[in-house]
């Protein structure tokens, strides 16, 4: 249940990127992107979220999620591709090593605030 | 209004490792984190293995659980320097974060060690995410789980740098099909070392030593 310190960690950051001389400003939207194979639940972080950002600027805020493919590189024969099950061995180069590219990501790439 | 951001939300957390793994660069310490589900048999894989490396190579081990100390009093017999975490009292964490690891390595001392042991907790999901200033990490299965927990949790078996294979001692009484569990993890990390051992009777410890030797000898020089 680690979506607890993700909430925390979002509120703190969204915080942070508030303009020092705005008046009663309220986060309407955070807009994240969660890559594939982070272990987040949507559901567990829109719950924590609820909690902590009561009697803050983010009370009531939305999470708009963008989802990041899982993208695996063979390190033997660079071939790149879209995995949507956790089979990520080349198919053509079986045991080599691969590297993730992209899957992992735990990002806030945008907040929206109330005019 | 939207204002651009850009930022990953465990951030925080990565600058703390970083912190940590500058610090055991300098205490010239190899850092490994073991992490399983609960019940893996990770502490008696531990107890034989620092029982089998010691005193060659100095050991500490930082153990983290929810409660209790039961596991650091197990380890603590092997007469390795051990100090435990219990995340109850920082609002009971299923994973140790970096800043608890800096907390517990200063406490400890590692300027005479060559190996810390961080035994995370019990958790295949959540410590995968979060990095502690390690240099490796390793992941044990036990043959008394289910052959597809590599497929369920691939974060954990992505990031792992070797897995152990626990309890092989019990395979002529379990359905388990231990090849199956070997692909699985394959599967989800290529040439990934996997160490089908018995932590009870001591079988198959060889060659998880020899690449646990490898590793301390190849960060100290």
Redesign the interface.
């Given at each position: 249940?680690?979506e607890?310190?993700?909430a925390e960690?979002?509120v703190?950051?969204?915080l942070d990127?508030?303009?020092e001389d705005m008046e009663n400003p309220r986060v309407e939207i955070l807009n994240?992107r969660i890559g594939k194979?982070?272990?987040v639940v949507e559901h567990s972080l829109t719950f924590c979220l609820e909690i902590v950002t009561k009697d803050t600027p983010l009370e009531g805020v939305r999470l708009v999620i963008e989802e990041v493919p899982i993208v695996i590189r063979c390190q033997s024969c660079s071939r790149e591709w879209e995995a949507d099950?956790?089979?990520?061995?080349?198919p053509d180069c079986?045991?080599?090593?691969?590297t993730?590219i992209s899957g992992?990501?735990?990002?806030?790439?945008?907040?929206?605030?109330a005019? | 209004?939207?204002?651009?951001?850009?930022?990953?939300?465990?951030?925080?957390n990565e600058t703390e490792a970083d912190k940590n793994r500058n610090w055991f660069r300098d205490q010239k310490v190899f850092v490994l984190n073991m992490m399983s589900s609960p019940g893996s048999g990770k502490t008696e894989t531990l107890c034989k293995t620092l029982g089998k490396l010691m005193p060659e190579i100095r050991v500490g081990v930082i153990v983290g659980d929810v409660c209790t100390t039961n596991d650091a009093d197990r380890l603590q017999v092997t007469g390795a320097k051990v100090t435990q975490i219990n995340t109850d009292q920082f609002?009971g964490?299923?994973?140790l974060?970096a800043h608890l690891i800096e907390d517990s390595a200063r406490k400890l001392g590692c300027e005479d060690l060559d190996l810390l042991i961080v035994e995370n907790i019990g958790n295949l999901?959540?410590p995968?995410?979060?990095d502690i200033g390690e240099d490796a990490r390793a992941v044990v299965l036990s043959v008394t789980e289910g052959e597809d927990k590599?497929?369920k949790y691939?974060?954990m078996f992505?990031v792992a740098d070797a897995a152990i294979l626990n309890k092989i001692d019990l395979l002529p009484y379990l359905d388990f099909d231990a090849p199956l569990a070997v692909e699985n993890m394959?599967?989800?990390?290529?040439?990934m070392p996997v160490f089908e051992i018995s932590a009870k009777t001591e079988e198959g410890f060889e060659p998880w030593l020899s690449w646990l030797r490898t590793k301390v000898k190849e960060k100290l020089g």
């Open positions: 249940m680690h607890m310190g993700i960690q979002l703190q950051i969204a990127a508030i303009p994240l194979l982070a272990s099950t956790p089979m990520f061995k080349c079986s045991d080599a090593k691969v993730l992992r990501e735990i990002e806030i790439s945008s907040m929206e605030l005019d | 209004m939207e204002i651009n951001i850009q930022k990953r939300v465990l951030q925080k609002g964490d299923c994973h974060a999901v959540c995968a995410e979060f590599p497929l691939p974060l992505q394959k599967n989800v990390h290529p040439g």
